[in-house]
């Protein structure tokens, strides 16, 4: 069954460093996005990519927060200078282009931010 | 302000019970929503969905409800396993705008007691 893949699965950095987490969205999907979960919270939007561009982001999507899809296949979320309260776990997340919201989230990438 | 929410933190059942989680929105502007299953350390896995031009859907062993009058969304799963223990999301979304942006509210924890 195919299946969003999300590396690295635990990140420890230290603040004010660079961190890009990395997914591979299931290969026909159109819709990418990036979600969040601080420990023990609920799931948050950061944002939405669609055609090679941002379509939807929260206040939560600073100028420290930025998305690529560098190739066909990956789509990546990168946080220039790292705060403590970054750490939560990053959920990446695809679907296709049809009229249903159903969303595939991977497995998530841990970060800790010391 | 427009937020989607859960009645109870935890709820602990006895194999083979049915379960309802509850939910609650605020969000006039919703349109389809869409109950979530977490297992620990994973990411958020699809369940069902439902659009507001119904009030029931039924999936294997899962029914959602909506009462749109009150602004309630339930999930109701028949006979309850082991496996079944798991947080569990409700969420919301506005498709007007053809996003699918979803906002999860906080998560009720199912304990299933064998």
């Known amino acids: 069954e195919p299946e969003v893949t999300q590396t690295p699965s635990h990140q420890v950095t230290q603040m004010g460093q660079e961190v890009i987490l990395r997914c591979v969205p299931i290969?026909?999907?159109?819709?990418f996005y990036w979600y969040r979960q601080i420990l023990g919270q609920k799931v948050e939007f950061l944002v939405s990519f669609y055609n090679n561009e941002i379509s939807e982001k929260s206040e939560i999507f600073d100028d420290q927060f930025s998305v690529e899809r560098p190739d066909g296949s990956n789509f990546t979320l990168k946080i220039r200078s790292t705060k403590l309260e970054d750490s939560a776990m990053y959920f990446c997340?695809?679907?296709?282009?049809?009229?249903?919201?159903?969303?595939?989230f991977g497995e998530g990438s841990r970060l800790t931010v010391l | 302000g427009e937020s989607v929410g859960l009645h109870l933190p935890t709820l602990s059942v006895q194999e083979g019970d049915n379960s309802i989680i509850n939910c609650a929105y605020s969000?006039?502007?919703?349109?389809?929503f869409i109950w979530y299953k977490q297992e620990s350390g994973k990411g958020p896995q699809f369940i069902i969905d439902?659009?507001?031009?119904?009030d029931k859907r039924q999936g294997q062993r899962v029914t959602v409800l909506l009462n749109k009058t009150v602004k309630h969304l339930s999930l109701q799963i028949a006979a309850t396993q082991p496996g079944d223990s798991a947080v569990y999301f409700c969420?919301?979304?506005?498709?007007?705008?053809?996003?699918?942006?979803?906002?999860f509210g906080k998560g009720t924890k199912l304990s299933v007691i064998p």
């Open positions: 997340a695809s679907r296709t282009y049809s009229n249903t919201g159903e969303l595939f």
């Open positions: 439902i659009r507001s031009n119904m």
């Open positions: 290969s026909n999907h159109l819709y």
């Open positions: 969000n006039s502007a919703s349109d389809y």
């Open positions: 969420a919301e979304s506005s498709t007007r705008a053809g996003s699918y942006q979803l906002t």
